[in-house]
């Protein structure tokens, strides 16, 4: 089955405590970017990739970091994270950046950072 | 200015009724656009693209006015089901932006 995985689902931290969500997509997509959705303030893109080892900002990208070691992985990675970074998260894949390529987008990773 | 702006509502739509509802952009250079659907906190899915010409699928159809910046969606004959958010989404050189969203409940 085609699709997009997130782990964990649902994580609970507190400040300072490094940690890292991990997202996968076994269609072979070159394209791949994590969101954050807050309430009135709708999705955010956080970080995008092209392709393997091409990674670029999106509108949010600080406290964030992000990899591209191999196609299917695009981790996101919270160094030091802080309570404004409480948001759901979702990672999302498509076959290419542009033109009517449809985004599929993982089922989100709600966080909470006390 | 922010860069997609949509009226999040909520529309509250008697069931069998017509709802029709705009989402505004501000970058001219935007290159494509989408209507997602996000029931209650779930991952978004796309509804439909939308093409300079107009495009129907069943009961939904999509505008552009890139005249004035636009897109539109209306659903027709709406079902209890239609009940979710509807996302607006413009690629503007390779990056996604988002509306917050159009909250559409149906009402029996």
């Known amino acids: 089955e085609a699709q997009v995985t997130q782990n964990p689902r649902y994580l609970i931290t507190v400040t300072g405590k490094k940690l890292t969500v991990t997202c996968s997509q076994n269609?072979?997509?070159?394209?791949m970017s994590w969101y954050r959705q807050d309430p009135g303030l709708g999705l955010r893109q956080i970080y995008y990739?092209?392709?393997?080892?091409?990674?670029d900002k999106g509108d949010v990208p600080e406290g964030y970091k992000v990899s591209r070691k191999e196609k299917r992985n695009f981790p996101l990675i919270l160094e030091s994270p802080s309570p404004n970074q409480t948001s759901l998260y979702f990672c999302?894949?498509?076959?290419?950046?542009?033109?009517?390529?449809?985004?599929?987008f993982g089922p989100g990773t709600r966080l909470t950072v006390t | 200015r922010k860069e997609v702006e949509q009226d999040p509502g909520p529309f509250n739509v008697p069931e069998g009724a017509t709802v029709a509802f705009n989402c505004t952009y501000s970058?001219?250079?935007?290159?494509?656009f989408f209507w997602y659907r996000q029931d209650c906190r779930k991952e978004p899915k796309l509804l439909m693209s939308?093409?300079?010409s107009g495009n129907e699928d069943g009961r939904f159809t999509a505008q552009l006015n890139r005249a004035s910046q636009y897109i539109s969606l209306l659903i027709r004959d709406s079902k209890l089901s239609d009940s979710a958010t509807y996302l607006c989404?413009?690629?503007?050189?390779?990056?996604?932006?988002f509306g917050k969203g159009n909250q559409v409940v149906v009402i029996p």
């Open positions: 999302a894949s498509s076959q290419s950046a542009g033109d009517s390529y449809e985004q599929y």
């Open positions: 269609m072979n997509h070159e394209y």
């Open positions: 990739s092209m392709n393997v080892e091409v990674t």
């Open positions: 970058n001219s250079a935007s290159q494509s």
């Open positions: 939308v093409y300079s």
């Open positions: 989404v413009v690629n503007r050189n390779n990056r996604l932006a």
